[in-house]
């Protein structure tokens, strides 16, 4: 159990495109979703994090306006990177919070995308 | 601002050997700390799940340990094997929202 998937697993995409990634929770209803960034060779960092039916908050120095988070459901969350740029480029990742399982976050396989 | 750090930074050890990962904290108001496992280009594969109030976990050839006090916890890792190569990170919930703070990792070499 505790099964999150994201969609899709890698994606190439021109500077200046959007491009939507899907975080799903597929077994059980996630009421916290959480967003990660990781650069080649460096750690997570955490961009956002998503209740159902709310607005993401934002960490500092993550631009609202351009990684569109929305969590419309209990199983759903998506990352939009609008106007990408190559800077943009990175391996995203997605996490989940069982309703009745607070203490442990369950992760996605990540989202590797490329702008060229 | 809670901060996580990991020593070292590489580790490359022949096989057979146990060895110990660090990672500390700077907040120890902490709801849980996790080890995860990465592999290159791939995601995370969580490995062990410490609460605030435990001492220690256990699996297989792995042990980690939590002195939440001191910031401290540790990964050992028993008759290591090239299989075992991989990036360690260490990642500790806090805050509202339990959100995780990741160290940097540490890249671990299984010499056969």
């Known amino acids: 159990g505790a099964v999150v998937s994201q969609h899709p697993s890698w994606v190439i995409c021109k500077s200046g495109t959007s491009v939507k990634i899907e975080c799903r929770s597929l077994d059980f209803q996630a009421t916290t979703m959480f967003w990660y960034r990781q650069f080649p060779k460096q750690s997570l960092m955490l961009m956002a994090t998503s209740n159902e039916g709310s607005k993401a908050t934002y960490e500092q120095g993550v631009e609202k306006d351009k990684f569109l988070i929305n969590h419309a459901s209990l199983t759903l969350s998506t990352l939009t990177v609008t106007s990408a740029h190559p800077e943009d480029s990175s391996f995203y990742i997605c996490s989940a919070i069982a309703r009745d399982r607070v203490y442990e976050q369950y992760f996605g396989p990540g989202t590797r995308l490329t702008v060229t | 601002k809670q901060e996580v750090t990991q020593i070292p930074a590489a580790l490359s050890v022949p096989e057979g050997e146990n060895l110990v990962l660090n990672c500390s904290f700077t907040?120890?108001?902490?709801?849980?700390l996790q080890w995860f496992r990465q592999d290159p280009g791939k995601g995370l594969t969580s490995l062990l799940l410490?609460?605030?109030?435990?001492r220690e976990q256990t699996s297989g050839r792995l042990n980690a340990s939590l002195d939440k006090s001191s910031g401290r916890s540790t990964l050992y890792i028993a008759a290591s094997q090239p299989g075992d190569s991989a990036t360690y990170l260490c990642a500790v919930a806090s805050g509202s929202a339990r959100q995780l703070t990741f160290g940097s990792g540490t890249q671990l070499t299984v010499l056969p």
């Open positions: 907040d120890s108001a902490i709801y849980n």
């Open positions: 410490i609460q605030s109030s435990q």
